[in-house]
T-cell receptor
């Protein structure tokens, strides 16, 4: 079992839909949880960051962490065609240690 | 600079040749990371530099891979005797050393070994 599991998709939704992206992990020492967005032929960019369990909201994006279930989620409300990208979850044990990434989920939002 | 700069953006090389990939991190960022992204494989950690500490080389896949960081700034990733399985996008990232996670990535170098 890989440390971080993420369904690669592809996921295709109509514009305006609510999107749910998820990752599971096996290492209970992970404390920092991140979501990155990657457009084609670009490097990943940090979207959301959460420490330990709980929810965090930023505009149309909500990140949730459930450490008891070793499960994290990213919700996108009112999805837009510009949200079409690959979304990668990432996590680490400490603040400046190497991140472990999921394989990424490719999302297409259709106008 | 304003962001993490990587060069070249694309590199095609013949099997068996050596290649050097360059990363120029954000000014003032003390931590620098190299990752490799292969199709369908996600991001694979290669090596991590933090200030003047010895680098964490635990992710390097073989002794054909090496990296150095001069003056705490620019880093070079070298792959010797390239193989076709080395074809991937090599991504560099940097971050501040303040216990705050999350890095800034460059756009990567797309390496193709033919």
């Amino acid at each position: 079992q890989k440390e971080v599991e993420q369904d690669p998709g592809p996921l295709s939704v109509p514009e305006g839909a609510i999107v749910s992206l998820n990752c599971t992990y096996s290492n209970s020492a992970f404390q920092y949880f991140m979501w990155y967005r990657q457009y084609s032929r670009k490097g990943p960019e940090l979207l959301m960051y959460t420490y330990s369990s709980g929810n965090k909201e930023d505009g149309r994006f909500t990140a949730q962490v459930d450490k008891s279930s070793k499960y994290i989620s990213l919700f996108i409300r009112d999805s837009q065609p510009s949200d079409s990208a690959t979304y990668l979850c990432a996590m680490s044990e400490a603040g400046n240690t190497p991140l472990v990434f999921g394989k990424g989920t490719r999302l297409s939002v259709i106008a | 600079g304003a962001g993490v700069s990587q060069s070249p953006s694309n590199k095609v090389t013949e099997k068996g040749k050596d290649v050097e990939l360059r990363c120029d991190p954000i000014s003032g960022h003390t931590a620098l990371y190299w990752y490799r992204q292969s199709l369908g494989q996600g991001l694979e950690f290669l090596i991590y530099f933090q200030g003047n500490s010895a680098p964490d080389k635990s992710g390097l896949p073989s002794d054909r891979f090496s990296a150095e960081r001069t003056g705490g700034s620019v880093s070079t990733l070298t792959i010797q005797r390239t193989q076709q399985e080395d074809s991937a996008v090599y991504l560099c990232a940097s971050s501040e050393d303040r216990g705050r996670p999350g890095y800034t990535f460059g756009s990567g170098t797309r390496l193709t070994v033919v």
